[in-house]
């Protein structure tokens, strides 16, 4: 278990985590920090069996702790059917038929992968009440240390709560190898919490919403490390993935020690989700979600700018201010990652941002702007900012 000391009305901030592990070669280390279970069950995907689940089956069956596997097809993208084929893999079924015998269950669910296998070994730990772990293969997301699983349901992307892992195994010397697609996916998902936390201040400040500075303080201090690390990140330094793994963590820690996601999201989230539901419904191949919150942090940024410049509420100038210079480093990394915008066609966009405020029960700058009938000409502006460069 781990946890935090506060200052805010949680007094104490805590999470059923045993252990973090981020290093080069912690691949290796697996059965020696995943103690105490002796049936488990490991997933991965095509790709990530390769480069880790074959070493990580092999250690488990040396140390006596392997019960049996299943590898999800590519793409194995975290959606009802492949939650569904994981809940029937993990049992093991006796050959003779006996009335009375349910399913032999393993006690621990070992994922190999990243965001979908995680998501998908998450919700399956939820619903079958076992304690499951992540061996991580890529910085492309911070959800490692989540306690929420998106999951594409029917033609729908849906925010579930779900478990958190009880391990987290992150090898480094993996990481690097990583696609690098994957490399900017990671530092997409992690631009888009200077949002996040101020749409989450911003709540604070009109809705009375509970607000954590130490959490909040602790995601951004992640984030601006991540910043730093990210302008060579085509060069792969160990050093840097890790300190960029380690702000993912710190992000989904943030949500672990909150009980809710909004130190990890905001209107960046909001608009990016709604982005892949407009392509699950239209049949058109899903981006990378780091990418898609990536693009729609540069709308949010474009947003809060033009509002900063234009309020005359003294409060909300003030509190936009303290972002401004984060603002200013993102737009500028974007010119060395050259993050892709994922929604350049005009209708997508506005409808992307329109139906982005109602993904989910929550106040972030798209209520505000709503509610002071500003939101269209907003979106207008940000379409020609972000996609056209006016």
């Given at each position: ?39 488990i ?27 049996h ?33 349910m399913s032999?269950?393993?006690d ?27 061996v ?30 009880r ?24 631009i888009g ?15 009375g ?19 730093d ?22 992000s ?18 909001m ?77 997508k ?14 106040y ?27």
């Amino acid at each position: 278990m781990m946890k935090m000391e506060c200052t805010c009305s949680q007094k104490v901030h805590t999470a059923p985590v045993e252990c973090i592990e981020v290093s080069a070669g912690a691949t290796e280390k697996v059965t020696e920090l995943i103690k105490g279970y002796n049936r488990i069950f490991m997933v991965a995907d095509e790709n990530t069996y390769e480069v880790a689940g074959k070493r990580v089956e092999e250690l488990l069956k040396e140390a006596g702790i392997f019960s049996h596997k299943f590898i999800l097809s590519n793409p194995a993208h975290p959606t009802d059917k492949n939650v569904g084929r994981i809940l029937i893999e993990a049992g093991i079924d006796r050959e003779v038929y006996d009335i009375n015998a349910m399913s032999d269950l393993p006690d621990y669910i070992l994922a190999v992968g990243s965001g979908s296998v995680n998501d998908i070994c998450r919700m399956v730990s939820y619903r079958l009440g076992l304690p499951y772990g992540i061996v991580g293969t890529a910085p492309s997301m911070d959800g490692y240390a989540s306690v929420v699983a998106p999951l594409l349901v029917g033609k729908t992307k849906t925010v579930y709560q779900c478990s958190i892992a009880r391990h987290i195994i992150i090898d480094t010397a993996i990481c690097k190898d990583a696609p690098y697609e994957l490399l900017t996916a990671g530092v997409g998902d992690m631009i888009g919490k200077y949002i996040a936390i101020l749409d989450w201040e911003l709540s604070a400040m009109h809705t009375g919403e509970y607000y954590c500075q130490k959490i909040a303080d602790s995601v951004l201090q992640a984030t601006k490390e991540c910043i730093d690390e990210a302008y060579t990140l085509s060069e792969r330094k160990a050093e840097s993935i890790e300190k960029i793994v380690n702000g993912l963590i710190t992000s989904g820690m943030g949500i672990a020690y909150s009980g809710s996601s909004r130190p990890a999201s905001g209107t960046e989230h909001m608009i990016g989700q709604t982005w892949e539901i407009m392509d699950l419904e239209s049949g058109r191949e899903l981006q990378l979600h780091g990418h898609d919150v990536g693009a729609a942090t540069f709308v949010a940024i474009s947003m809060y700018k033009k509002l900063y410049n234009e309020t005359d509420d003294m409060e909300i100038k003030k509190l936009i201010e303290k972002y401004l210079p984060a603002f200013d480093r993102i737009l500028d990394l974007q010119k060395t990652l050259k993050l892709p915008i994922t929604a350049p066609e005009k209708d997508k966009f506005v409808e992307g941002c329109l139906r982005g405020r109602t993904f989910r029960v929550r106040y972030t700058l798209l209520e505000y702007l709503y509610k002071k009938g500003m939101l269209e000409e907003y979106i207008e502006a940000a379409y020609n900012e972000v996609v056209l460069g006016k």
